[in-house]
């Protein structure tokens, strides 16, 4: 398969901070590519540098085959791009600005644009000044996913969109997959790149930590459990796999590593299960459990800090 | 608070806003003092002897430039009201336009960003951020009281009349605070605020000027004209800053009362519903940038077409004056190169703003940059290049357009009063000579927005101050060659008084390609700067 993006060892600095301290980034034509990490750990930086707005300090940038910072304007042709924090011009309505960005990319279709802004919801009438945080991004999706593009640069686009709308835009970006395009898709939350990625990049502070399909990552995550049952339910604790097992008035709740699902549901099946609810791992619990990151450390302590050694990068 | 619920948090709001302002504050304020303080030495200086304050009393009483530039012609017996005379409608200048921009800056600019939702959310009352807004700005205005009478006094200018000139000056500012706060209630967007009421403080000079030549009662519907009757020391009027504070009062008590009947965020006037599609002039980074320009570009155009009539209309009041003050003939030309003398200041005057409505322009592409803007747009298949061409090409054109329109009223207003159809072009033709020199503001402005994007702001509008300040004081004051020859209009032919020089003319407009090609190549080589 092609790369359509290939980054490796990109060193971005701004003064003294480094924000890109060596990432590797390697997204394949046709993938839905999740590039996932905490705030402020370097995404948008990396695809500033993709875009060619920054000009990479050291390492290798290649998008489709081309230099982004020398043939910036003839790559551009080819994706389209929604930005973190849209911003548009205040006294521009929604439908001029979508216009706007879609003929400077090269044009747009217009029934899709219709179809579009009936999805999202948008009233294209109204100027930029009067637009939510999320009628500004829908602008950027709209322009977006109007063109024709074979590359959709996406960062963190639904983060200010309701959960019908987000529903709206998972469903796009499944089409775009279906007809063969390719997805850079930012975000700092894991269950979104689940619903949608085939692979997975995810970086601290300006590093590539991990990098792989989500299968291949399962085992770095946990599902949190609380299971409430008729009968005791002797050697849970002892499942390899099973970590933090407290019990209390016949409610018990403990971390399952993802690989070790099968055996504990198993081991629960005979004990008459009453209630059981099971909640997703998320990005801070992993970066948390894996690296003890600073920026999750004030999400608690560190549950069941045994086990799995920090894995080496992998691109 | 003692004030109730509705100001409440006003005193935090004040210490926020004067540790954001701690630097531009004292910069404005020693700006003013400087100002006084210079022309004072200067003044003192070249009219050392009443010989000389004789002559100059009896040129500048029949200069209708000068006072169209300057105010009254009243004290000029001594030194010290040669000074009021020179400096104060400038002082008076820069102070209104510090009100207007820490009025607006604290207001709507403050509501237009989101900052005052978020403030408005914790304890903090309906009108404390407009209180504060305005208690800053009189702050920064009642600091000017002491700042230009400590230049007065600095510089040996007896303390009564310095301490009344700044007092005018704190008053006339004042003013404008609450202009700036009433026009901040009634538009939703800070930039309309700032057009606005700088569209104010034109028409304010504008009609002094008229009133203070004509000698008749139209400066009185001046609020610079009133911080001007004070008359310092000659008259000593104090009255007409009564006049200023209750006026202020009264703009200040209709803020607030605005305020009351309006939505945090919106203005008075209701946003109307745009277009759903954009027209197909809004193609390319040139046709974006014609749609972001167009409005202020056709501000500034109507207020020099404007401004150029005035001057045109005051250029027979040159002869008038010339007539009625024999003594001046001793020391002046004949009346006819006294009218073209007047009208070489004021189509070197047009050039300034025609340069600043250039930098102006420039900068735009800037403020797209840093709120963001420019990056989506650079996202697309549009080259930095052709994003920075398209704002270049406006301010160009524009501030050329600007540039004639001013020339063209003066000539056409001339054209009607000589009966002389050849004024028009001659005039227009006479414009066509400062278009080098605005041109180099434009591409010095571009050249420091591609290689100094954090400071462009500053020192582009640092380039307008020096070449306005070269121009005005260049004459009266002693420096050394270098200082005046740094800005372009020092090689501009005054026309049309001076022969249309073509190698001049060409040497500028080379240095303007220049200028604008080492902008466009810092841009391409450089990284996108928020902020």
New interface residues.
């Given amino acids: 398969m092609t790369s359509v993006i290939s980054i490796s060892g990109l060193v971005k600095s701004f003064g003294t901070a480094r924000a890109l301290d060596g990432l590797d980034l390697d997204v394949a034509a046709g993938e839905v590519h999740g590039f996932l990490g905490p705030n402020g750990s370097g995404k948008s930086t990396t695809i500033r540098v993709l875009l060619g707005l920054l000009r990479a300090d050291a390492g290798s940038v290649r998008l489709f085959d081309g230099d982004p910072w020398r043939d910036a304007v003839g790559l551009h042709r080819r994706l389209a791009y929604v930005p973190g924090d849209v911003t548009l011009w205040p006294g521009m309505s929604g439908g001029e600005a979508i216009d706007l960005l879609g003929r400077l990319q090269g044009g747009l279709d217009p029934a899709r644009r219709a179809e579009l802004l009936e999805r999202f919801e948008l009233d294209p009438r109204k100027k930029a000044r009067t637009y939510s945080k999320g009628n500004r991004q829908k602008v950027a999706l709209v322009a977006a996913l109007a063109s024709d593009a074979e590359l959709f640069v996406l960062d963190e686009p639904t983060s200010g969109l309701d959960p019908l709308k987000e529903a709206a835009f998972q469903e796009e970006v499944r089409a775009l997959r279906a007809q063969g395009r390719t997805v850079l898709l930012s975000s700092h939350i894991l269950a979104e790149a689940e619903n949608l990625c085939d692979r997975v990049s995810i970086i601290r502070r300006g590093r590539t930590v991990q990098s792989g399909s989500l299968t291949e990552l399962r085992h770095l995550t946990r599902t949190a459990m609380t299971v409430e049952t008729a009968r005791p339910v002797p050697g849970l604790a002892e499942l390899p796999g099973v970590h933090g097992l407290r019990s209390d008035a016949g409610r018990m709740r403990f971390d399952v590593d993802t690989d070790a699902l099968d055996a504990v549901v198993g081991c629960l099946a005979g004990a008459g299960v009453r209630s059981l609810t099971s909640t997703p791992p998320t990005l801070e619990e992993l970066f948390l459990r894996h690296y003890g990151d600073a920026e999750a450390e004030g999400a608690g302590p560190a549950a069941g800090a045994g086990g799995v050694p920090a894995p080496a990068a992998r691109s | 608070m003692s004030g109730g619920p509705s100001v409440a948090g006003t005193g935090t709001l004040i210490r926020a806003a004067l540790r954001r302002d701690r630097w531009r504050l004292p910069l404005w304020i020693a700006g003013g003092a400087a100002l006084v303080a210079t022309q004072s030495v200067s003044s003192q200086a070249l009219y050392d002897s009443p010989q000389d304050l004789a002559a100059y009393e009896a040129s500048v009483g029949s200069n209708a430039a000068s006072i169209a530039l300057a105010g009254p012609p009243v004290g000029l017996d001594t030194v010290a009201g040669a000074v009021a005379f020179e400096i104060s409608s400038f002082v008076i200048l820069v102070a209104a336009l510090m009100a207007m921009f820490t009025t607006g800056r604290h207001t709507r600019g403050d509501e237009?960003a989101g900052r005052t939702e978020l403030l408005r959310a914790t304890r903090v009352g309906r009108h404390a951020p407009l209180l504060a807004a305005v208690a800053v700005s009189a702050l920064a205005c009642a600091a000017m009281v002491p700042a230009v009478a400590a230049a007065g006094v600095g510089t040996g200018l007896p303390a009564g009349g310095s301490f009344l000139l700044g007092a005018s000056v704190g008053a006339g500012a004042l003013v404008f605070t609450g202009i700036t706060a009433v026009v901040a209630q009634v538009t939703?967007?800070a930039r309309a605020v700032y057009g606005m009421v700088g569209g104010a403080l034109g028409i304010a000079f504008v009609l002094r000027a008229v009133g203070d030549v004509e000698g008749s009662w139209v400066s009185w519907t001046s609020p610079i004209g009133w911080a001007q009757a004070t008359h310092p020391w000659s008259d000593d009027r104090w009255s007409p800053i009564l006049l200023c504070l209750l006026v202020t009062v009264g703009l200040l008590a209709a803020a607030g009362a605005l305020l009351d009947r309006r939505d945090l965020g919106s203005g008075l006037l209701a946003?109307r519903?745009?277009?759903?599609?954009?027209?197909p002039s809004?193609?390319?980074?040139l046709?974006?940038a014609v749609?972001?320009h167009r409005?202020a570009l056709l501000g500034w155009a109507v207020a020099l077409g404007l401004l150029g009539l005035v001057y045109g209309g005051l250029a027979g009041s040159v002869e008038t004056l010339f007539a009625d003050n024999p003594e001046a003939r001793a020391f002046l030309p004949d009346s006819g190169s006294l009218v073209d003398a007047y009208l070489a200041t004021t189509l070197s005057i047009n050039a300034l703003l025609a340069g600043a409505y250039a930098v102006s322009a420039v900068l735009r592409a800037r403020a797209e940059e840093s709120?963001?803007?420019a990056?989506?747009?650079?996202?697309?298949?549009?080259?930095?290049a052709a994003w920075l061409a398209g704002h270049g090409v406006v301010a160009l054109a524009g501030a050329s357009l600007v540039l004639l329109v001013a020339g063209a009223a003066i000539g056409a207003v001339r054209a009607v009063d000589t009966g002389d159809g050849g004024e028009f072009s001659r005039l227009l033709s006479a414009s066509t000579a400062y278009l080098p020199a605005v041109w180099v503001l434009a591409g010095a402005a571009v050249a420091l927005f591609g290689l100094l994007p954090r400071s462009a702001s500053a020192l582009a509008w640092g380039a307008v101050a020096y070449v306005a300040v070269v121009t005005m004081f260049a004459a009266s004051l002693d420096w050394p060659g270098w200082v005046d020859d740094a800005s372009p209009l020092a090689w501009t032919p005054l026309a049309p008084v001076e022969e249309w020089s073509a190698g001049a003319l060409a040497g500028l407009t080379a240095l303007a390609g220049l200028l604008l090609a080492a902008g466009v190549t810092g841009f391409r080589?450089?990284?996108?700067v928020p902020g």
């Fill in positions: 237009e939703a967007s946003a519903p745009g277009r759903a599609s954009a027209p809004l193609a390319s980074s046709g974006l749609r972001l409005g709120v963001g803007r990056e989506p747009v650079l996202a697309t298949a549009t080259s930095r080589r450089r990284d996108l």
